[in-house]
């Protein structure tokens, strides 16, 4: 599995590299595959159809947009171990500037563990511990000329900086995230439309060949048919796979007045083919005490026989005051 990782850090070599057409003949054409990493919990828990609901820190992953639903300020952690002591960590911050405007930073960092340094002749070399680094800066902004008393529209852009440490090679390399959400409130109940476009920038260099950026687009909506039940779909194409599907399901209680309890189911079809439809499905519980929030999650990995659980702690503050913003 970790000779897999390097692989796939390594993707775009000479040997991999060709046409990106969105297709499965399109796999090993993109690296720096580690910035498709989810990063949080209550997002993998809902299938990562996020793209629509997400609005706290994490939006600097998810969506952008999602940046400008924050009433004061957010922080999240998340902490996550996969197989073959692989781990995963990710943290983001950010704050409202203005009636109009959130800005945001994060990091997150990939620890692909010890892994046998090995020639030709399979004879033992020592051994390297491969680790990727990547730093992001986010701004959202609610686009008050194209709201009225029906619809509310926000934008957002991210920049963010990759670096990855092969033991034998460092590659860096950069690029960015545009998206928009928007919210209807022509039936009922509202709903939401979302459009994010990710990873589109200059790729990691390791030798003579610059990487493709892992860059793919995601359009999603959610609605709440009743009031604690958020539903959530979405279409994700990358460019160097064939498009897949993701849908999730919250459901959020109100145990007292500053505790809330919540479940959570979460489908993705991405792993489909090679993991089998085990792999597919993500539980999730998520508690919140006051301004603090815990978010816990269960992926089986399908044929590998293992689980990876992801555990996400959050800091969020409420509104002062409402303006024109509307809480989530």
């Known amino acids: 599995m970790r000779r897999f990782l390097v692989a796939v850090l390594l ?3 000479p040997l991999t590299a060709g046409a990106v057409d969105f297709s499965r ?3 090993g054409t993109a690296g720096s595959e580690f910035l498709l990493f989810d990063t949080s919990a209550r997002g993998i828990a809902m299938g990562g159809a996020m793209t629509a609901v997400t609005n706290d820190a994490a939006s600097l992953y998810w969506n952008p947009a999602g940046l400008s639903q924050i009433p004061r300020m957010s ?14 960590s990710a943290g983001a911050v950010a704050q409202r500037v203005n009636d109009a405007t959130v800005i945001g930073a994060g990091v997150r960092y990939l620890d692909a563990g010890s892994i046998a340094l090995t020639d030709l002749d399979g004879r033992s070399g020592g051994s390297f511990n491969p680790r990727s680094y990547v730093a992001e800066l986010g701004w959202g902004q609610a686009i008050y000329d194209l709201s009225d008393s029906e619809m509310d529209v926000t ?7 990759i670096r990855t440490d092969l033991g034998a090679g460092i590659a860096n390399g950069y690029g960015g995230d545009i998206g928009v959400q928007s919210r209807f409130y022509t039936s009922a109940r509202s709903y939401d439309i979302a459009l ?5 920038g200059i790729g990691q260099k390791f030798n003579r060949t610059r990487d493709n950026m892992p860059a793919r687009a995601r359009l999603g909506g959610a609605m709440r048919p009743i009031r604690p039940l958020t539903l959530s779909a979405e279409v994700i194409a990358p460019i160097n796979d064939a498009p897949h599907g993701a849908a999730g399901a919250e459901y959020t209680t ?24 085990a792999s597919c499905v993500s539980f999730g519980l998520g508690l919140s005490v006051s301004d603090l929030s815990f978010d ?3 992926v089986p990995m399908g044929v590998l026989g293992s689980q990876t659980h992801r555990v996400s702690l959050s800091y969020n503050l ?10 989530r």
């Open 11 to 13: 993707a775009g070599s």
């Open 25 to 27: 003949g399109s796999i």
């Open 75 to 88: 922080a999240t952690f998340m902490y996550a171990r996969h197989v073959a002591d692989i781990s995963y």
């Open 155 to 161: 934008m957002g852009v991210a920049a963010k900086a």
């Open 196 to 200: 994010t476009l990710q990873n589109l």
């Open 254 to 277: 109100e145990v007292d007045r500053t505790i809330k309890a919540a479940a959570r189911l979460g489908f993705n079809s991405m792993t489909y083919e090679s993991l089998g439809v």
């Open 296 to 298: 816990y999650t269960f």
């Open 318 to 327: 409420p509104a002062k005051v409402s303006r024109r913003y509307r809480e």
